[in-house]
C-alpha cells in the first residue's frame, strides 16, 4: 500500500506562487484519485484540489479555481498543487490524500504542509 510524503509548504508574499509536493512510495499512484485539502484550526478539512485515477480529470474548489493547479508525474510517482496568485485566506495547513476506489477501498492521507500567506 502506498504512503504519501508532502513537501513544498512556507512562507509566501501575498501575490506569490508555491508548488506542493505528494510523493508516493510502497506502489504505484497512477489509479489513485489524489486530492489536497487545507484545514485551519477549528474548522473542518475542506477539498482544494483533485485529480482521479487513472486518467487527467480535475476538480476545483470555487474559492482557487483559476489560481491552483492539480498535477501528476507519473514517472515521479508524485502529484503536484501548484499555487499561484496566493492569497492570506489561503494560509492553512495542507494535506494529500490519496483514495483507491478498487475493492478493497484504500485511502492514506500525508503528513500534512503549513502554508502562509503574508507580507
Known amino acids: 500500500q502506498v504512503q504519501l510524503v508532502e513537501s513544498g509548504g512556507g512562507l509566501v508574499q501575498p501575490g506569490g506562487s508555491l508548488t506542493l509536493s505528494c510523493a508516493a512510495s510502497?506502489?504505484?499512484?497512477?489509479?489513485?484519485?489524489v486530492s489536497w485539502y487545507s484545514q485551519v484550526p477549528g474548522k473542518e478539512r475542506a477539498m482544494v484540489a483533485r485529480?482521479?485515477?487513472?486518467?487527467?480529470?480535475?476538480k476545483y474548489a470555487d474559492s482557487v479555481k483559476g489560481r491552483f493547479t492539480v498535477s501528476r508525474d507519473r514517472t515521479k510517482n508524485t502529484v503536484y498543487l501548484h499555487m499561484n496568485s496566493l492569497r492570506p485566506e489561503d494560509t492553512a495547513v495542507y494535506y494529500c490524500?490519496?483514495?483507491?476506489?478498487?475493492?478493497?477501498?484504500?485511502?492514506?492521507w500525508g503528513q500534512g504542509t503549513q502554508v502562509t500567506v503574508s507580507s
Open positions: 485529480i482521479f485515477g487513472g486518467g487527467a480529470n480535475t
Open positions: 490524500n490519496a483514495e483507491l476506489w478498487a475493492p478493497p477501498y484504500y485511502s492514506v
Open positions: 510502497g506502489g504505484s499512484f497512477s489509479s489513485y484519485t
